[in-house]
């Protein structure tokens, strides 16, 4: 992989990706002569990849989105990228196709509209499938980044064949994409997979306002697991530092350290509970586990002997995510690969 850094604080990564020919890809476009680029909107990074007409990237571009709130430059800062992308491929701007992203918040997939981003960004009501069309000139179609991850676990990921599971997004937040009978679901009022304020046993029962961190997420999210060990920490109790983060407290657990043992076991426990539920209502027996948190194989393995010990006919199914930090990039290229095809069956 090449990687060049330029000027604007942006980096364009040239790579040769498998093709992705799997059990629930869609079939091709009409035309195969094309391009398309999926796009992972986040709180700190903006992550754009261009995709041929089978799926396979062919350049990458990311660049810093801290301190970039306003969706006008956050599109200004796209448009500016697929630039960037046709040129390092030398693509002419007539082949591109669509254009689709991830959007960490509530989104109305319908009406193109995110109704509500994390605290990270704080938008609300942004016409955001409009604002892109208009700066690349293309078919756009955007979703939440969790329901996106989940589209990319299905098409190429840990999820491929599955017909119903649901994948964990377990970062500075938490978050779920569910899929049933192939398809996510989003619920009537696209909420569906919010599970970040799920209560559950030792979570805080006070209301939260809408965009700010939930319940749950304040002992299973990354900065939740960060104040409970400093909320926990002695110094006559541990020789570890104060400040550690969620996964550094999780590799001190496998190490033996009690405190961060304790630590583990909360989380896991809790985390359990909420796939218990979840999984009697929905009976999915897979859950795929993504985000930084999530990925560690420490509170995977503690959450599987918890779920283990319930002694249900049917135990829900625990594993770690294959795309890894790229699910949502790969989730974005498979909703721009649909949007391409759907235009096409259009225009025929």
């Known amino acids: 992989m090449h990687r060049s850094n330029r000027r604007d604080g942006s980096t364009v990564e040239k790579s040769q990706a498998s093709s992705t020919n799997d059990m629930q890809q869609a079939p091709l476009a009409v035309s195969d002569k094309g391009y398309v680029v ?4 986040g709180g700190t990074n903006l992550r754009l990849a261009l995709a ?37 491929a030398s693509v002419p701007r007539s082949a591109l196709r669509s254009i689709a992203a991830g959007v960490p918040g509530v989104t109305d997939v319908d009406a193109g509209v995110v109704i509500a981003t994390s605290y990270l960004m704080g938008w609300r009501d942004v016409p955001l499938r409009t604002l892109l069309e208009e700066a690349v000139g293309v078919p756009a179609a955007i979703d939440n980044d969790v329901n996106v991850a989940a589209i990319g ?7 491929q064949g ?15 994409g569910i899929v049933l009978n192939g398809h996510p679901f989003r619920g009537m009022g696209w909420t569906a997979g919010e599970i970040g304020y799920m209560l559950v046993p030792g979570a805080s029962e006070e209301p939260v306002e809408r965009g700010k961190p939930g319940a749950l997420e304040g ?10 060990w400093q909320n926990l920490w002695h110094r006559g109790d541990t020789a570890l530092a104060k400040d550690l983060t969620a996964t550094q407290i999780f590799d001190h657990a496998l190490k033996g350290d009690p405190l961060a043992q304790t630590i583990l076991q909360h989380s896991a426990r809790t985390l359990g509970y909420a796939i218990y539920n979840i999984s009697l209502i929905l009976n999915c027996s ?5 985000g930084g948190v999530g990925m560690h194989p420490a509170l995977r393995d503690a959450t599987q002997r918890i779920l283990e010990e319930r ?26 690969l649909d949007t391409a095809n759907e235009q096409s069956l259009l225009l025929t």
């Not at 799926?55 to 796209?78: N, Q, Y």
């Not at 890894?324 to 498979?334: D, F, S, T, Y």
């Open 38 to 41: 999926g796009a992972d909107i």
């Open 52 to 88: 041929d007409m089978t799926g396979t990237i062919v350049a990458k571009w990311s660049s810093s989105t801290v301190g970039v709130r306003g969706e006008h430059l956050v599109v200004d800062l796209i448009r500016s990228g697929v630039e960037h992308l046709l040129q390092q």
């Open 153 to 159: 676990e299905s098409w190429i990921g840990a999820a």
């Open 162 to 176: 599955v017909r119903d599971f649901i994948f964990l997004a377990i970062g500075t937040g938490v978050g779920a």
């Open 219 to 228: 002992i299973i999210g990354g900065e939740g697991i960060k104040e409970q």
């Open 286 to 290: 897979l859950f795929v586990l993504g």
């Open 311 to 336: 002694g249900t006919r049917t135990c829900p199914k625990l594993t770690h995510s294959t795309l890894g930090e790229n699910a949502q990039l790969m989730g974005a290229i498979r909703l721009a």
